[in-house]
Every structure is written in structure tokens, then in C-alpha cells.
């Protein structure tokens, strides 16, 4: 992985949520390689496994525990663990998040002559709920569970992952975008609250990067690009799609004490410029 900073976080306890996932799991790689102590929470505890054997393969401090962040018995019971295998938390990742289809229209917009199996009107109100859930109470929980022991540290962050569309909504995902929106209010909030604790709150909003969630709307079944992604690419400046790794370095940077020590409030997008773009 690629350190570009020198960031060292030897022997910091991170906690990282949705670990399992293309993204988290990069980050997790990265961190473990700055000497920090990286606990991997996933629903799927087998796919936080995978990247816990790649990173002690390596020589580096990883350990996989099974949670589900949008129950508090299920995130208490693995900062138990936690905390008798690595100590309290450091450093938190809320990194789970993600779509569902029953919260996703077939359609961009709103038509009275063409009918869609899924528009608006037939959009799943479980599926709404679950989805916000998932990205703002999934970011909620852990926070109030990991936070608690971050309390009277020094050098204590919290790094949310919201995205590109909390500053402008895309079409088809009402439900993401609001969520996502939330997070990124929510990162403001927390890092007001916790300023005169010496806790620092930030968030990433990564643009496309294409992962295991979005890939079947990007490509289709041979691999060839989807109507969807030239119209990213076109609107994206840089006209391609990030690669994890990019995420690497605004990660460590807004984590790092020394570099961004009085860095707090941010919502930092990487996303190649698509939402600075207007289209003209």
C-alpha cells in the first residue's frame, strides 16, 4: 500500500465498520501498515476474516469480529472484545453503508406517458427505511459506542464515509442520497459536540469507485459499460473512475494528529471533480 505521508499510528486501536467491503478493506490494509492495531466489523464476519489473514499475513496487527451496526447488543459485545484483544478505541471508521434495489426508481425522471415497473410511487417504504438506517443510524450506533472510550485521549478521530451525492442528490437512489446527506450533517454535528473533547470528526465523500454494490449498474453481464457509466464519465472532469488506493492519503491525512490536528468539521470529496462539475 501506499503510505505517502509517513503517517505512523503505532500501536492506535482502529475500529473499522463495514470492513469486509472493497473500500474499507483497502483502508484497513493501509492503517495496519502504519503500525496502528486494526479491528475489522462486518455483518459477514467471513469477509472481514479474508482481510484480517491478508494483513497478518503480512506481518501487521488485524482481528476480525462479527457486528451488526444497526444494533447496539451486537456492537457492545465486539467492543468487549476489542477491548480485551487491542484496548479502547482510537480511532473510528464508520465505513458500512450502502443501497438496497427496493429503494432505487427505474427511472431519472418522473413521466405521465411511459410507464415503469419501479418510479417513485411503487418505492418500498422498508426499503427506504432500510437504507437510511443502514448508512445514518449504522454511523449513529457505532459512534456512540466507540466514542465513549476515545474520551480523556489524546490524538482521538472519528472518520465518517459519506459521498460525492450528499452535495448533489443522483438520480434513481433518493433513498442513498438523503442518507448519505445525513451523514455528512451529522459529521458537522458530532464534531461541534466532541471539539472540547479533544475528539476530531471528519468525513470522505468518495465519488465512483467501482465495488461489489454497484458494479451490475455500471457494467453489464459482459463486462461492457452501462449506459449509466458514460454518463458518470462524462460528467466526471477526470473522465475515469477512482481507484481505491486514491482513497489512501485524505484517510491518513485526516486521521493523523500531526497533520490535521486542527482539522475538524471537513467533509473532504474525492471524486475526480464530479462535484464541482456543472455541466457546461
Request: hydrophobic content about 45%.
Amino acid at each position: 500500500m501506499n503510505n505517502p505521508f509517513g503517517v505512523n499510528l503505532q500501536d492506535k486501536v482502529v475500529v473499522i465498520t463495514g470492513a469486509g467491503g472493497v473500500i474499507c478493506s483497502c483502508l484497513a490494509t493501509a492503517l495496519a501498515e502504519t503500525g496502528a492495531k486494526v479491528a475489522l466489523l462486518d455483518i459477514s464476519k467471513t469477509s472481514a476474516e479474508k482481510t484480517a489473514k491478508t494483513i497478518t499475513n503480512n506481518g501487521f496487527v488485524a482481528k476480525a469480529y462479527e457486528a451488526n451496526v444497526l444494533e447496539v447488543g451486537s456492537l457492545e459485545k465486539a467492543r468487549a472484545e476489542i477491548i480485551a484483544d487491542f484496548g479502547k478505541c482510537d480511532i473510528l471508521i464508520n465505513g458500512a453503508g450502502g443501497n438496497n434495489p427496493k429503494a432505487t426508481t427505474d427511472n431519472e425522471y418522473c413521466c405521465t406517458d411511459i410507464s415503469y415497473e419501479k418510479d417513485f410511487f411503487a418505492l418500498d417504504k422498508e426499503g427506504v427505511k432500510f437504507v437510511f438506517d443502514l448508512n445514518y443510524i449504522g454511523t449513529f450506533l457505532p459512534t456512540q459506542t466507540f466514542a465513549k472510550d476515545m474520551l480523556g485521549k489524546q490524538g482521538c478521530c472519528i472518520l465518517n464515509v459519506s459521498s460525492m451525492n450528499a452535495f448533489t442528490p443522483l438520480t434513481k437512489i433518493p433513498a442513498y442520497s438523503a442518507a448519505k446527506a445525513a451523514v455528512s450533517n451529522f459529521t458537522k454535528w458530532l464534531a461541534v459536540h466532541f471539539a472540547q473533547a479533544g475528539i476530531r470528526v471528519n468525513a470522505i465523500a468518495p465519488g465512483f469507485f467501482v465495488t461489489a454494490q454497484n458494479k451490475g449498474l455500471l457494467f453489464d453481464k459482459t463486462g461492457a459499460p452501462t449506459p449509466r457509466t458514460d454518463k458518470i464519465l462524462k460528467a466526471t472532469p477526470m473522465g475515469r473512475f477512482g481507484e481505491v488506493e486514491e482513497l489512501i492519503g485524505a484517510t491518513l491525512f485526516l486521521l493523523s494528529e500531526k497533520a490535521a490536528g486542527f482539522v475538524t468539521g471537513v467533509i473532504l470529496p474525492i471524486d475526480g471533480g464530479f462535484s464541482s462539475y456543472s455541466g457546461v
